[in-house]
């Protein structure tokens, strides 16, 4: 796919991390959608999507023994040749030889691999991109940085640092620069830095604004206006009353009533009472930790005090301090990367920020002069450091970075990181005895040398570090992988969707209201009616020895709300798409979002919790209506589906209230106790004397050994 003419890179500047692959993909995908020759199709992109929401499949069974293949997985590759005739054969391909393309879905970097039956010289990048979709989700993202690569260069996938200089320089004395913040990114010490290189170190005036400060930064201003100096105007976002008011004086701000050095700095969280005329005529930038932990390592080694070789070779203590700094910058890195991974990094994402890192290392450079012994000239005295290592780890760990830590499996967490690192084995010589700081050795303290050593020992890191450096499991990158693919294409689609009309379903020849009045018509057939809760409490009444009458009750008056809601406007849509009625903006939502294959927001409002797309979804609400009636008909069954009921705390209460009754015990000195009873509901005939049987529980970051009745690893890619 040839190169595309590129837009200034100087964009990247005002987007936060998770966009720029983002911004930079939308640029490559709608130009090459413009072009007559080497065209990306809009139904390509909206396969991306949507994974072909409306199109037909076909007729090919999923291969035995591929249960690698998930369901969703094998449908996508049933519609593929549908919408893209270079998929033409592809799920006959895969039925035949499953084996060959089990290693694509085995592979830790399948978007680099060659792919079986030459299918790598038929497709173009993009078709790559579709082609991780159905394979790997989870690698969808390193695909869509290759097709960036292919299309507009790979310097847009290696997005420009920090640049406060040439933010700086387009500025002016009527163009104010606003620092857009995100939690954890503090932008202050920076610009102190930069005013100090410029002359400004004490010609600027910082407030941070707040209740009662609007007055006195509009004061600060008006003098600087006419003394050619500076204001920083600190979150912007706590004073949302004054931006009015702010928004007014920057109108007034022109060149002939200005001195030509006055500059206005801002820093704010994204507000929608942020004034857009502002937004628009400042010079934006963002200052985010980067991604991965060789950036966080390079970016950390970058910052005041540590890139300032005074004090870089300063310490009494030079080789404890060297190598302790690096193990605190791992960990500085460890921290903020570790929030990637969600429940699993962090139960809590906490905002750790430069700022700790800095006090940090101020108080590591420290202890360790006053720990140092008096010198008296001789060189052996470099190898006898004496090192209070208890006193810095209650000063980081405690202070700097668990001031900010409030649950206490995180701070345990946190605490046994910094206790890996800080002890006497990290002050190791080089050659074999480098100290690890990762279970593959990957990581370790290098030798003792310049600043330029440890720069350039960061840069032969892998960019994209594995699990086992955050000592997580490999599976844990898979969910990771598969949040950050998800939340691309949530973006993509609130962007505008980008394929036309007709996109999702060309190759089918329907176009969107078609494809939705037919899936609106089969909805409608597979819904039940709703249920008759009167004969239900007839049959169920409310009995002291048995609450989980009740339960079932108030299950179906919340499921009946749903139902109402959405037939309702399944019924309204139909009549709209049939002309019979005006197609609101309400039914326009649920229409658009029905055509990309995801559940309406109207129905998520009177919903149970789900994160399936559209048609999981209605298969999901099915079975939970199936086990309503067949408990209505059958009476309670023997193994409850826990995770199928709307209000999951309404039956556990139920069952630990049916225990206390029966045994007349006061509820609240009653609790839950679990035993592993099997994975088969059907081998349970008869429910047991005291408690219940339950099914539908999930494990994050483990697995059920089922011959040794305990918990154990995870298996490989259990996670797709």
């Known amino acids: ?20 692959l983002l911004f930079a993909f939308l640029l490559s995908a709608r130009i090459l959608m413009s072009r007559s020759e080497n065209r990306l199709e809009p139904q390509h992109y909206q396969f991306l999507l949507t994974g072909g929401v409306g199109v037909p499949e076909r ?59 030459s299918y790598g010289s038929r497709l173009n990048p993009f078709q790559r991109v579709l082609l991780m ?42 163009v104010p620069l606003l620092f857009v913040l995100s939690p954890g990114s503090d932008p202050t010490a920076a610009l102190l830095q930069f005013a100090e290189s410029r002359g400004y170190g004490n010609k600027i005036s910082v407030i941070s604004m707040g209740q009662g400060q609007g007055p ?65 005529g400042s010079v ?77 290392v101020r108080q590591l450079h420290m202890y360790l002069d006053d720990a140092a012994p008096p010198s008296h000239g001789d060189a052996s005295e470099l190898l006898n450091e004496v090192v209070p290592f208890e006193a810095l780890q ?50 370790y303290i290098p030798p003792e040398g310049p600043l330029s050593s440890y720069t350039a020992y960061v840069s032969t890191l892998p960019t994209f570090p594995m699990p086992e450096a955050f000592g997580l499991h490999e599976n844990a990158d898979i969910t990771k992988d598969l949040q950050e693919t998800s939340l691309m294409l949530e973006t993509l689609v609130l962007t505008g969707g980008g394929g036309g009309s007709g996109g999702g379903s060309a190759g089918s020849g329907v176009n969107d209201e078609e494809m939705v009045g037919a899936m609106v018509e089969d909805i409608l057939k597979r819904l039940p009616s709703n249920f008759d809760v009167e004969k ?10 048995e609450s989980l009458n009740q339960v079932l009750c108030q299950e179906m008056l919340r499921y009946n709300r749903l139902l109402t809601v959405i037939r309702s406007s399944l019924f309204n849509l139909s009549k709209a798409l049939s002309g019979l009625q005006v197609l609101s903006s309400e039914l326009d ?97 008869t429910p047991p004397e005291d408690g219940v049987y339950v099914h539908g529980l999930f494990l994050e970051g483990c697995a059920w050994d089922p011959a040794a009745r305990q918990l154990c690893e995870s298996r490989p890619k259990i996670g797709l």
């Open 536 to 545: 239900v409490q007839a049959r169920y009444p409310v009995r002291y020895e």
């Open 133 to 174: 979709r159905m394979f790997r989700p989870d690698k969808v993202v390193p695909a869509v940085q290759a097709f960036v690569a292919s299309s507009l260069g790979t310097k847009f996938t290696e997005p420009p640092p920090f640049d406060l200089v040439g933010s700086y320089e387009e500025s002016s004395c009527t």
């Open 394 to 443: 209650y000063s980081i760990g405690e202070c700097n970075y668990g001031g900010r830590v409030t649950d206490d499996k995180d701070r345990r967490l946190l605490m046994t990181a910094l206790q890996r690192i800080y002890r006497p084995e990290a002050l190791a010589h080089g050659g074999e005895g480098h100290f690890a700081l990762s279970a593959s050795g990957l990581y």
């Open 284 to 360: 934006k930038m963002t200052n985010e930790p980067p991604a991965g932990l060789r950036a966080n390592l390079r970016r950390s080694y970058a910052l005041e005090p540590i890139c300032n070789n005074d004090f870089f070779e300063g310490c009494r203590q030079p080789r404890a301090f060297k190598a302790l700094l690096f193990g605190l910058c791992f960990l500085h890195a460890f921290v903020q990367e570790r929030r990637k991974f969600g429940p699993i990094g962090w139960n809590i994402p906490y905002g750790f920020d430069d700022g700790d890192l800095r006090i940090s």
């Open 589 to 685: 939502t649920v229409l658009r979002s029905m055509a990309l294959g995801q559940v309406p927001a109207l129905w998520r409002g009177k919903s149970f919790p789900s994160l399936k797309p559209l048609a999981s979804y209605i298969v999901d609400l099915l079975a939970r209506l199936e086990m309503l009636q067949s408990w209505y008909e059958h009476g309670p069954p023997v193994v409850f589906w826990l995770s199928g009921f709307f209000f999951t705390p309404s039956f556990t209460t139920a069952a630990l209230q049916n225990y206390a009754r029966k045994h007349t015990l006061p509820i609240d000195t009653v609790g839950f106790d679990f035993v592993m009873m099997g994975t088969d509901p059907s081998a349970y005939p």
């Open 216 to 280: 006195k930064a509009a004061a600060l201003i008006d003098s600087a206006r006419r003394n050619g100096t500076w204001v920083l105007l600190q979150n912007c976002h706590l004073a949302p009353s004054w931006m009015t008011a702010l928004e007014k004086i920057c109108e007034t701000i022109r060149p002939e009533n200005t001195d030509s050095d006055f500059r206005l700095w801002m820093t704010s969280m994204p507000s929608p009472a942020f004034p857009v005329s502002i937004l628009q």
């Open 1 to 20: 796919m040839p190169t595309l003419g590129a837009p200034p890179r100087r964009n990247y500047r005002s987007l936060f991390e998770k966009d720029k």
């Open 59 to 117: 007729d090919v069974p999923r291969p035995e023994g591929a249960d690698w293949l998930s369901a969703k997985a094998w449908g996508e590759i049933l519609r593929a040749p549908n919408v893209c005739h270079e998929f033409e054969g592809l799920p006959e391909v895969i039925a035949g030889c499953p084996d060959e393309w089990k290693a694509v879905f085995d592979s830790v970097e399948p978007q680099n691999m060659e792919l079986p039956m």
